[in-house]
Each structure stands twice: as C-alpha cells, then as structure tokens.
C-alpha cells in the first residue's frame, strides 16, 4: 500500500522560510516522479514543483521559481520543499505526490499523479 506523508508546516511571517518533507512508504520511490502541488481555499490545486526520478531534473512553476527548491533523497524515501522568501499568497495546505510515468509535458497537471498525501498547512502571515 502506497501512502505518502508531509509534514514541517506552520506558520511563518512574510519573507520567511521553511521547509516542508514528505516520506513515502509502498513504493519503489527512486522510480516515481516526486511533485509538490498546493491549494488555498477557494481555489484549485496548482503546481508547485517536481523532481523526476533519481533526482535528474526539476521543474517550478513561475510564482515559485527562484524561491523554493524541491530535492529528493531517495535512501530516505522523502521528498523536500525548501520555500524561502515566503509571501502571503504562499498560504495553502501543500501535498506532495508521486506519479510512476507520464510524458514530460503533463508533469505539473495533478491528474496524472497516481498518490497522494494528505496535505500540510502552510500559512504566511503579512
């Protein structure tokens, strides 16, 4: 059974930083393209970065690039999300997910995400 966790949330003031990781377990997890998405209330779950497998290549999305950097560390099964320069519009619950192939060009729709976790709050305060 598949099951992805997150954790490292919380609140942090505007221009701060924080890290948020995300174990799996089920998986051969070298083998999975690793994504971060995230979604504030209201609004639709929007990508946020990915890491392919092996960690050869990642990918932002442009309200991101430049702040946050996603890494993997494939002997410890996890994922991570290091977020500096943290804004407002930051604010949302974050998932992570994995998705075993796919073409390069759907990398950061959410529906070609085979597993989920169940999310982790982040909330950046003005």
């Known amino acids: 059974q598949v099951q992805l966790g997150e954790s490292g949330g919380g609140l942090v003031q505007s221009g701060g930083s924080l890290s948020v990781s995300c174990a799996a377990s089920?998986?051969?997890?070298?083998?999975?393209?690793m994504g971060w998405f995230r979604q504030a209330p209201g609004k639709e779950r929007e990508f946020v970065a990915a890491i392919r497998r092996s960690g050869g290549g990642t990918f932002y999305a442009d309200s991101v690039k430049g702040r946050f950097t996603i890494s993997r560390d494939n002997a410890k099964n996890t994922v991570y999300l290091q977020m500096n320069s943290l804004k407002p519009e930051d604010t949302a619950a974050y998932y992570c997910a994995a998705r075993r192939t796919g073409i390069l060009s759907t990398i950061q729709d959410p529906a070609q995400y085979a597993y989920w976790g169940q999310g982790t709050q982040v909330t950046v305060s003005s």
């Open positions: 089920g998986v051969t997890f070298a083998t999975y393209t």
